[in-house]
């Protein structure tokens, strides 16, 4: 790794290893953080500035500061991982650096560098590495960006802070594996023409948790969301793209038509499958006919794809107009297959393309 352009002061009071450890052992998701965060400041007029890791801190935020009115606020989702012989790799980074200012250009928000969003999570990783868990666990890395400044009028903002936090994550599936319910929203949508679907902010996140909470209502895992237009063509999850795999092999994802978020699981899969002669296809689906072809038994399988959980099998899905199971509602072979070669190209233990995996320590 080149020389980090954030400084490093390391906090006088980390977590006692003995505490630290036991942490480890189950750490769930999102509730357990690291010692350390990394922090930059764009001013308009300087550009950034003031790039460090420090011992992780409330933010003093001033009660006027954009992001808590207008919601000007970016995130990314990556995780680093332990492979072979103490090494501590990061996925696709650079995908994430890039889809952060692609983010950030549709929020009127200030790109950071690439090397910089890298330089940022890399020397975090590196501070933080014991924090990183043993066996099927990760470090998940949290890089957002807010507007800082405190001013009530409408316009994109002056001040804002790039921040990147790390959580220590056990295996998603605990006890196994298991298939996700997924409720059809009817009534809410997620993102529509021109919206900020293919942006990975969080007022994404927040327009989708009432069909969330409907979802859990009605006994079901996750929302799948609609197209604003015709309430017909799949989108995808709340945080997830979506996979259909049918009885002569073909397989359907949803096309980024701007409406979708451009998940860097969905594009690893779609090139994987593409390597191996697989018929993969980027075109709508409706809902209709997932039901029609769930019954027929055409669709075989059906998975969503993120960072956070990898692969999911999708068991049955359930809307207004009626509830169907896709095979016999435990998931299927084709997305275990995958599945294993995506957590195996994370983890070192099998060779995936050239590049995809970045090593930040070993
Ligand atoms: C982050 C995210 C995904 C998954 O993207 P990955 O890069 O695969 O983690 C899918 N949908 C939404 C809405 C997301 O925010």
Redesign the pocket.
Known sequence: MPLSIFEVEHSTAPLASSRRRALLADPGFGRVFTDHMALAIWTRGHGWHGASVIARKPFILDPAAGVLHYAQEIFE?MKAYRGQHGTINLFRPEQNASRFNASARRMAMPEIPEEMFLDAVETLVSVDSDWVPEGEGSLYVRPFMFASEAFLGVRPADEFTFCVIASPAGAYFKGGNKAVSLWVSGRHNRAGPGGTGAA?CGG?YAASLAAQAEAYEHGCDQVVFLDAVENRWID?L????LFFVFDDGRVITPPLNGTI?P????ASIIELLQGRGVDVAEEPYAIDQWQADACSGRLVEAFA???AAAIADVGRVKGSDGEWSIGDGSGGNFAAAIRNEIIGIQRGLIAGPAGWVRQVVG
């Open positions: 989702g990975k994404n995808e709340g945080g997830m793209n978020l998940g860097i699981t969905r794809c993120g960072t």
